[in-house]
């Protein structure tokens, strides 16, 4: 079992940066991919990277590419989403999601949610 534990967001003016902080619990989650996802009112959860079990792989949406980073701490069970150069369209409800074995786009196949963290990005 993981859980996990978010921290992080707020509101910030364009431009400006946030980190978010995915805190786990569980012996087992330096075996976990994580992936972060964000959800806008009124429209479906999306996808915006997601990073393997060890960080050696990172994937990230076109849309956040050169703005946001993901990375991770195994020693310490936390995963980090740094975003840069903010846009109002970043405004949504983030989340962390892990899952066993390879990171996956969908969020169907994670196991593990964060409670989610609300990004509010002023124009």
């Known amino acids: 079992q993981v859980q996990l534990v978010q921290s992080g967001g707020g509101l910030v003016e364009a431009g400006g940066s946030l980190r978010l902080s995915c805190a786990a619990s569980?012996?087992?989650?330096?075996?976990?991919?994580v992936g972060w996802f964000r959800q806008a009112p009124g429209k479906e959860r999306e996808f915006v990277g997601a990073?393997?079990?060890?960080?050696?792989?990172?994937y990230y949406v076109d849309s956040v590419k050169g703005r946001f980073t993901i990375s991770r701490d195994n020693s310490k069970n936390m995963v980090y989403l740094q975003m840069n150069s903010l846009k109002p369209e970043d405004t949504a409800v983030y989340y962390c999601?892990?899952?066993?074995?390879?990171?996956?786009?969908?969020?169907?196949?994670?196991?593990?949610w964060g409670q989610g963290t609300q990004v509010t990005v002023s124009s």
């Open positions: 569980g012996r087992t989650f330096s075996a976990h991919a």
């Open positions: 999601a892990a899952r066993a074995g390879p990171y996956s786009f969908y969020t169907s196949q994670y196991d593990y």
């Open positions: 990073i393997n079990w060890s960080g050696s792989r990172i």
